[in-house]
């Protein structure tokens, strides 16, 4: 599909993905192709819209809670905008729990993803 009308395009889908992901969105980047704004366009070897996410209401045979689907949405947006993976290299980030952050500084991981969005605001 084409969704040139919109800056970003999303699904809701019942469908139960594979290790447990709620979402997959396209990174926003200012080098590569995909993310917020992102013009319909030629990539690997047809026409995508790479302004888009998708979010599932089913996990592991179960229903997925309203709060959970609301993290995940902005969760994935957030990428959307321009806020990278934790981990590089496999296209998919682990999951991780409050401890983790308190251990990592949120302070530090927050503003990794805000000078990352930030930089993809500015050119947009």
């Not at 209401?57 to 949405?73: A, D, E, R």
């Not at 957030?78 to 952050?101: I, K, V």
Request: hydrophobic share 30%; with cysteine; glycine share 14%.
């Amino acid at each position: 599909e084409d969704y040139d009308a919109f800056c970003l395009s999303y699904m809701f889908t019942y469908r139960d993905f594979e290790k447990g992901t709620l979402g997959l969105a396209w990174t926003g980047d200012l080098k590569n192709a995909g993310g917020v704004c992102e013009k319909n366009g030629h990539y690997r070897g047809s026409m995508k819209s790479l302004n888009t996410g998708i979010i599932t209401l089913l996990n592991y045979g179960k229903h997925v809670p309203p709060t959970v689907s609301h993290v995940t949405l902005a969760h994935e947006i957030g990428h959307n905008f321009g806020s990278p993976f934790r981990e590089q290299g496999n296209g998919r980030m682990r999951g991780f729990g409050t401890s983790e952050l308190e251990s990592l500084g949120i302070q530090k991981f927050l503003g990794t993803c805000n000078s990352k969005i930030r930089d993809t605001l500015g050119k947009l």
